[in-house]
């Protein structure tokens, strides 16, 4: 009944005793399945079993092997055979009952599912999110899950949008696996294309998962699927404005990021381009940051052309456009600046803004840093990150009346971990741009308030950052745009008068009236602020001439006072990395700044910062200089000199090693139950616990620590188990003392109640009661062994040590014995390593204590790279050339550094 056609071949379709529903999906399915036509035609009797499920209530049809029902004249008969049956013709009624197996029962399922979805919303939302994961977790049935999917949704597929923007906005999304995210852009695309409302803030979220400063593979790939979304969709793109605009901040900042995968960098910068030359009138919504994204690649040759047009012909790419000061007017939204911030970054970015104390938000700071800026392709995220804490995080009135981490106080924090001068002076323009163009109508005085306070906070303790952030001012108000230079300076004097106008700062005369404000500083105060500080008075005739300069302070880094042996290609100073330290106050270790004219004339042979010429220098950004090399954060060469020495194949200092006790690895409470502290009784019981008090009494504590101290030397205590406790109190409640500012307030005259120290003090003041200029006795040894092992428990007690021995006591001699307490310990080795640690957090005290400590060990400085590499740590290149020229010629040694020339 299927096997012999008739000519031409045809299904034939029987209409009486069939229901015609069922007919009607048959007719169907051999149009959908096969190439043959069907014919309609009657029995006109019961000819076959369809009838009597008719008659039975059951719809039946019956598909027949021609339209005619007495053609085949074999059926039924002894001639019915196989070589009888057409087997081509016999195949397409095997796939009209496939597919009225899968039809039916895709319909029932369909119907099942819809009877579910209708139940409730909440076994609507369930339906859907399964339905949702099925789609991004199993690839093979996506476009089923799919179908099932336009079924049941009863809102427009507004929870299905809601679930996928969940995702797309999930801190942990770079966790996600690959096929997910290439499913979630599928998905996404197929939605387009039936117009679903909501797809557009799925992807605006996506565009802030894509992260800047990273070119791990995961991210690149991301990258490219975002890029051929925005491709394939290009049309639908186009019709929403802000997406236009954010993704072509996103392109233009991802691509600095891929100078290194060529295909990559193409694709966005086509797409950008493509995006501004063809929508640059909703581009314009972006502000003056979009001029700042395009500095950074005007370089590339596709935006090189757009931005002679936006300079030389800004209204071929919009009639309205008036040129790019309109975009230098008009602030920008902070949705932008959000956007090369991913969630993660953000939500940890805000914990500390918002809930860590200034005292103790350093160590989250290390962290943060060597989380997501420890590479050398991150470097481009330090502009962004101060962005967004410029523009975006804006504190609640509580957060700034809370003990909270100021903002100003984390910047200056962060600008330390930036090794390049190129990186260091695009984070300055990051966090004074809205400086230069501030409007008090349409600018917000928080955008300003962290770069007045870090000037104003910083004059006291670090007037050289103060310094250094008013030159880059005076230069830029002057050279970022010499067209507009009068406006930005006007942009600038207004900023700083608002701040004062609306309480930020009292004055800025505290920073003009300052004693260690240089006459050129002054000059440049009223420069950029001639509405707040008058005119630099004219020197007599009789004064000193420059040449004569007055003896530098006690934060002064080396003299270096000639312009004309600075190199052509000085820059920016250079922000060495170091470990933050918990104070409110910004240990920021910049430079003393050159005069604007030095600064100047080392900018017009280098880097120049205006929008012009700044692009067109090569990728690296230096061409006199080599910069550091790639590599781990900790292996990267701030200033040049080389870790090693290459004379000979010796290594360049001898390295401390452990000392013959290693303090061992045991608890407190363990430390407690040694059996040779039986003589303390109570003692060290009672010590620990007033540690741990909740307002512990730190000069209480420090009289117990003197009489543990002098106990312990007086007994056969175990060092081992004395070191675990007193390390203990400075790894658990009590911080470290500001070393620098007590030794200022200390050469002013202040004492008691004007010093504020810590538990290590009381440490060395009694560990310096035993160790004399005489013998080696048994109690100064076990002072010394002690010592050592605190230093092996990460106590700072090295160069603590050795100021208390210069400074305090005035007797070198006890941080040498120190250093004989380490088997093969050398006098140079520890000096490398003590006088390292006192640079990085005390640049101030380590200028004024080093002469004192060349005296007191001349030999150990002679020959020693180590101790020069700290020397020049926080100087910037034009110094570093000087004194490298300065020693050549043989009219410098340490002897002079902080005496006056």
Known sequence: MVGVPAQPPAVGIVTDYTDPDTSKLVRALTSAYTDLPTRDFQCGYACSDHASWHEAGVRSAIPFESQFIDYNTNIHSARDTLNTVDFAHLLNYVRIALGFVVEVAGTELHETLQQKASESMHSHYKLVNRLVYGILTVPAEGNTYLRHLNIVSRD??????????????????????????????????????????????????????????????????????????????????STFPVLVATTVYMLGRLALDHSRIPDLRA????????????????????????????????????????????????????????????????????????????????????????????????????????????????????????????????????????????????????????????????????????????????????????????????VDKYTFMTASFIEFLTYES?????????????????????????????????????????????????????????PVPEPAPSEASADDAEPAKDNDVMPLDSADMLPPAAVDSELAPEPPKPAVELPLPIAKPQSIQTVSAAFKTSIALDPVSRMFQEEIGITDFDLAPEGPADSINTNGISDTTEEDGAPEDVALVASAEPLPEISVERALEDMSLWLFGSTLQTFVDSVAAAEPDVKQIGGSVKEIVYMFVQSEASISAIARILASIFSDSLDMEDVETNAELAAAGESGDGLEHDLLHYILIAAADYVHTTDMTNSARRVLQLL??????????????????????????????????????TLQAALVRDLGMLQEQFPGLFYTVLPQIYAAFPDAFLGCRGIVKSMVALIDQPQVYRLSTLIARGQCNYSDIGKPR
């Open 156 to 237: 427009g597929f507004a929870h299905a949008i809601s679930r996928l923007k969940l995702l797309a906005t999930a801190h942990r999304f770079a966790r996600v696996r690959p096929e997910v995210r290439s499913q979630l852009f599928w998905l996404l695309s197929e939605l387009v294309k039936v117009g679903v409302h909501g797809v557009d803030q799925v992807v605006l979220a996506l565009t802030r998962q894509v992260r800047s400063g990273d070119v791990t593979q995961g991210n690149v790939k991301l990258c490219w699927l975002m890029v051929r979304f925005v491709r394939a969709n290009y049309a639908w793109l």
């Open 788 to 825: 050592v092992q605190l230093t092996e428990a990460k106590v700072d007690v090295g160069f603590r040590w050795l100021l208390h021995s210069i400074v305090n006591t005035g007797k070198p001699v006890q941080y040498a014995r120190y250093v004989e307490q380490y088997v093969e310990g």
């Open 267 to 458: 694709a966005e910068c086509e797409l950008a381009t493509r995006l501004l030359r063809e929508r640059f009138h909703e581009c314009c919504m972006i502000g003056r940051d979009l001029v700042r994204m395009l500095q950074d690649v005007a370089r590339i040759p596709v935006f090189h052309n757009l931005w002679q047009d936006i300079l030389q012909r800004p209204q071929s790419l919009s009639p309205p456009f008036a040129g790019i000061g309109q975009l230098l007017r008009t602030p920008t939204p902070p949705m932008f600046l959000a956007n090369r911030i991913t969630y993660e970054m953000e939500t940890r970015l805000r914990f500390i803004l918002e809930s860590l104390p200034a005292t103790s938000y350093s160590r989250n700071l290390m962290w943060f840093v060597q989380r997501y800026l420890s590479t050398p392709e991150s470097e481009s995220l330090f502009s962004d990150l101060i962005r967004y804490i410029i523009g975006v995080f804006h504190p609640s009135n509580a957060v700034l009346a809370s003990n909270v981490v100021p903002r100003y106080v984390f910047l200056g924090g962060l600008l330390r971990f930036i090794r390049l001068p190129v990186v260091a002076a695009n984070a300055k323009l990051a966090l004074f741009y809205d400086w230069l163009f501030y409007d008090p109508k349409s600018d917000t005085i928080m955008n300003i308030e962290p770069g007045v306070l870090i000037i104003v906070q910083s």
């Open 478 to 534: 002057d050279a970022y745009s010499p067209e507009l230079a009068a406006a930005i300076r006007g942009s600038i004097g207004l900023a700083m008068q608002d701040a004062v106008e609306k309480g930020v700062i009292p004055s800025i005369m505290p920073i003009y009236e300052h004693p260690r404000i240089e006459v050129d500083i002054r000059q440049n105060l009223h420069h950029l602020f001639p509405q707040l500080v008058p």
